[in-house]
């Protein structure tokens, strides 16, 4: 299926300027003519979905691995995608209680010690492959705005969209014509502070010894690379967002959980549909009382539930409808046609919590589990204390990043899948 962009291609003589010198960009696909550019057949995408209070263990993992084990309550709820998600279990991803959202997907450890400094997340490793490719490197949501599971390089957290409107403004609703020259007239603002910082530093350059050379070095490499992520917002500005025959009028209420979910993974799907974006992370938070009959306490109180009996009634009630959900995301991928492959193909979809045991803030034996993407499913596997970023790295290099390590991984990929 042909795929037009109708935005401007950069021209091929683009230079980078800053520091006393002039660096050509390497070709890009921008840099095509802007008509003649098509989705590659072998377009991959990528969704990380990270329940931040976990799933009660009984009814998350089979009782037996390999291809012939029984299907978990949780896991019966995907029966119909048996053949296309693989399970496991022993993986890891350091201590630190809740605050290992911190690292869910970048792999760093000892996020509750003193100096503690994050690395970039797998999500925006992938999403600066090939950032041009679409209007957005990558879609980074969460129940709040200030708890992403997105890093960048240098350590620093992304914001998230938090509101299924903004998600949906965002992705489809065009600016006015005011707004978008106001938006374009921020742009060259920018464009101008960063001239005037390349400018400077290229005096201070001078006066530097090599340590501090090298630093220097490394924030203007990130200040090239906005550089280059400026002018790719300006094209897009100017692009008319996709028109999908979809519409949302107004935000849920955070406590129709159900009703958030399907509205949230429906805006993934049509996002990865229409090209928007190929890399999509979710921190899903539980602060409230979810409107499902039978549940009348707090969720993030539920998963403390110590094994109380009433509080896991309710507790299983919650995470049964939160695997419903996941259930339709992964159908709705399914039934999407794109060069004689489903979506859900061409998309690895993870599935993971940070924590193993909500109950009592354990970050062992992790509930992990791998949809699409074309990966040899269908299978249970249990790990003895294997590093989660050992599944990233694979994932990475799924996303055609040919990584030897990521995070703490001690393979790049995880022993028995492929």
Not at 133 to 152: E, M, N
Request: glycine content about 6%; overall charge positive.
């Amino acid at each position: 299926m042909a795929y037009f962009s109708f935005k401007k291609s950069i021209d091929r003589r683009t230079f980078l300027r800053g520091s006393g010198v002039s660096l050509a960009l390497p070709l890009l696909g921008a840099m095509q003519p802007a008509f003649t550019q098509e989705k590659s057949s072998e377009t991959r995408r990528f969704v990380a979905v990270n329940a931040h209070l976990g799933f009660y263990s009984k009814n998350f993992f089979p009782t037996k691995v390999g291809s012939n084990y029984e299907l978990s309550p949780y896991l019966a709820e995907l029966k119909d995608h048996r053949q296309q998600f693989s399970v496991f279990s022993g993986l890891y991803n350091g201590s630190g209680s809740h605050e290992t959202e911190q690292s869910a997907l970048t792999g760093a450890q000892g996020v509750m010690t003193q100096g503690f400094k994050n690395s970039i997340s797998l999500d925006q490793l992938m999403a600066a492959k090939d950032p041009i490719a679409t209007r957005y490197p990558s879609l980074i949501v969460s129940g709040a705005v200030h708890r992403s599971l997105s890093w960048t390089k240098s350590g620093a957290r992304l914001q998230a969209v938090d509101s299924l409107m903004a998600l949906y403004k965002k992705l489809f609703v065009n600016g006015s014509e005011k707004e978008v020259k106001a938006q374009l007239k921020e742009i060259v603002r920018g464009r101008s502070v960063i001239d005037t910082i390349l400018a400077e530093s290229s005096k201070v350059n001078k006066t530097l010894d090599a340590k501090d050379k090298a630093k220097l070095d490394q924030y203007l490499t990130s200040v090239r690379e906005l550089e280059i992520r400026l002018q790719q917002n300006q094209d897009w500005i100017k692009t008319p967002k996709p028109k999908v025959d979809f519409e949302l009028t107004e935000d849920p209420k955070k406590v129709d959980t159900v009703a958030r979910l399907d509205l949230m993974y429906k805006l993934f799907t049509l996002a990865l549909q229409t090209d928007s974006t190929r890399v999509i992370s979710y921190n899903m938070l539980g602060a409230h009382i979810p409107a499902i009959t039978g549940v009348n306490t707090e969720w993030h109180n539920l998963s403390h539930h110590g094994k109380d009996e009433g509080k896991l009634k309710q507790l299983t009630l919650i995470e049964f409808e939160v695997m419903k959900c996941f259930n339709r995301f992964l159908t709705g991928l399914k039934e999407v046609k794109e060069n004689d492959q489903s979506l859900l193909d061409q998309t690895a979809v993870l599935l993971m919590s940070n924590l193993g045991n909500a109950s009592s803030h354990d970050n062992r034996n992790l509930p992990v589990l791998v949809a699409g993407g074309n990966f040899n499913h269908g299978s249970y596997s249990s790990h003895s204390f294997v590093p989660l970023a050992n599944l990233h790295c694979q994932l990475a290099n799924y996303m055609g990043l040919n990584l030897d390590k990521f995070g703490n991984s001690k393979k790049s990929s995880l022993v028995g899948f492929s």
